[in-house]
Nanobody, 117 residues
Framework: QVQLVESGGGLVQAGGSLTLSCAAS????????MGWFRRAPGKEREFVAG????????AYGNSVKGRFTVSRSSAKTTLYLQMSSLEPEDTAVYYC??????????WGQGTQVTVSS
């Protein structure tokens, strides 16, 4: 069974940077794409960024464009999210997800990111 495990969350001051990682483990991992989502207290889950594992095409949510960068390892089993110019509004639990055929069907447990003003 494949599992996604996030790491790298923490507390950072506004304007700072943080990099999240997500490692996929398990015997088979055949997802076509991976992505990051976040949920802030009292808000709906929000798409942050995604990348196709075959040709590394990327997509970003409007609120993070130009500040966040998504990438994946050459082995296609680790996902990264480089976050810069962080704002208090970026405070949320960040989730890694993987999927194929239009659905994200594998999710990590989440990692907390807190940006202080």
């Amino acid at each position: 069974q494949v599992q996604l495990v996030e790491s790298g969350g923490g507390l950072v001051q506004a304007g700072g940077s943080l990099t999240l990682s997500c490692a996929a483990s398990g015997r088979t991992f055949r997802s076509a794409y991976m992505g990051w989502f976040r949920r802030a207290p009292g808000k709906e889950r929000e798409f942050v960024a995604g990348i196709t594992l075959g040709d590394s095409r990327t997509a970003y949510g409007n609120s993070v464009k130009g500040r966040f960068t998504v990438s994946r390892s050459s082995a296609k089993t680790t996902l990264y999210l480089q976050m810069s110019s962080l704002e208090p509004e970026d405070t949320a639990v960040y989730y890694c997800a993987a999927g194929s055929r239009g659905v994200y069907d594998l999710w990590g447990q989440g990692t907390q990111v807190t940006v202080s003003s």
